[in-house]
């Protein structure tokens, strides 16, 4: 093997498929980055759950393969010079040289044979396949909208990732950590007839968070538990949670007793100022509800209290509520439009945010003193 490239291109590579080199390797391969040199140079990392692969701008001089340590290799190229071009080759044995200008490396690899070998995935459909093909900034909007409320609490697995529910050209994408819940629904022109429901594991959502871009279509390929994601010149293949997902239409209310439209980035800028005062013990703030008004406090006997008002169109009758502050700063702050719809039933039951008519967040109440 012997590959000339560059630094920026390298290191972008290496960036992109770090995230799959496994923290905590039982098996030492885990912890390398396969370097790939056919008609183009191409980088994979695994960790078993989720694997990525790039293809990295350069010119392949001569075919082969190894494993290098991931951790040493971006190491290595974070600091050869910028500007000169990088020749790696592939020396007898297991090792690479890496030489860059008066730079020079010997990094000791092991052989591609023993690094697990990434699902391969048809590239349309067939039998037992669905592949679907979105605009990526759609679902770019749509996993800011919702990953924020994925649950982190691996004894409910089942809820440790976002829902992709396919049905009659639209997708749903639901997640929910038990306190709260996000559902957006948008219309997919390109989806042919797929009908699917998939739990797809929070690592991969955040991989797709730091790929996606504003431009251009992304590939899904669901296989069995299997998924494969394909947005340019980056692959990521995952594994599927397998499980049950709760019955998410159960909690979202049919009608709520109250409700009007406020201002989302004044009640976001009012959640923020009165969460300063919140504490571990005391994580509640207290909404009051009174004609054309909002009303935000704590009170911290250790810390102090706060006070927020906000104008709002309300005709109904006095009602006081406990919320996490955060858990409405989380959905507030990933609202593009101006106002959203607060309803709700009564102070025990959940609250009812929405923006626009495909964004529903539910939220539960809290005591307050």
């Known amino acids: 093997m012997k590959i000339i490239t560059t630094k920026d ?54 075919e082969g393969a190894i494993t290098v340590p991931a951790k040493k290799l971006s190491e290595i190229i974070k600091e050869l010079p910028p500007q000169t071009p990088i020749h790696i ?20 690899g092991l052989l591609k044979d023993d ?30 909208l919702t990953s924020f409320a ?16 396919f049905k009659e050209k639209s997708l749903k994408l639901v997640a929910t950590d038990g306190r709260r819940l996000a559902l957006v629904e948008k219309s997919i022109a390109d ?33 069995e538990n299997q998924l494969q994601i394909n947005i340019g010149q980056v692959l990521i293949t995952s594994r599927l949670i397998e499980g049950e997902f709760p019955n998410y239409d159960q909690v979202i209310p049919k009608k709520v007793r109250e409700e009007f439209k406020i201002n989302t980035q004044e009640f976001l800028q009012a959640a923020r100022r009165a969460s300063i005062l919140t504490s571990q013990e005391s994580q509640s703030v207290k909404i009051n509800i009174i004609k054309d008004r909002l009303i935000i406090t704590k009170n911290t006997p250790e810390l102090g209290e706060v006070r927020e008002e906000l104008e709002v169109n309300y ?4 009602l ?50």
């Open 9 to 62: 291109s390298l290191l972008k590579g290496i960036q992109i498929v770090q995230n799959a080199v496994s923290a905590k390797a039982v098996l030492p391969i885990l912890s390398h980055i396969l370097i790939e040199a056919k008609k183009d140079l191409k980088l994979t990392a695994t960790d078993l759950e989720i694997g990525i692969s790039v293809k990295v701008e350069g010119e392949v001089l001569e």
């Open 89 to 108: 080759s592939l020396k007898k044995g297991q090792s690479i040289t890496i030489e860059s200008g008066k730079s020079y490396f010997r990094l000791v």
């Open 115 to 144: 690094f697990p070998q990434l699902p391969e995935f048809p590239a349309h459909n067939v039998k037992n396949v669905d592949l679907v093909k979105i605009p990526q900034k759609i679902l770019k909007d749509m996993i800011q």
């Open 150 to 165: 994925i649950s982190h609490d691996e004894t409910r697995y089942v809820l440790n990732g976002i829902l992709f529910s």
């Open 191 to 223: 989806m042919g007839s797929i009908k699917k429901d998939a739990i797809v594991p929070s690592k991969t959502i955040q991989e797709l968070q730091r790929n996606l871009t504003e431009e251009g279509d992304v590939t899904l390929c669901f296989k």
């Open 315 to 318: 005709k109904g009758g006095e």
């Open 320 to 369: 006081a509520i406990g919320f996490n502050p955060t858990f409405l700063i989380d959905v507030l702050k990933n609202v593009e439009n101006e106002n959203v719809d607060f309803g709700f039933i009564d102070p025990e039951k959940p609250a009812v945010i929405r923006s626009g008519e495909d964004y529903t967040y539910i939220v539960l109440p809290m005591q307050v003193s």
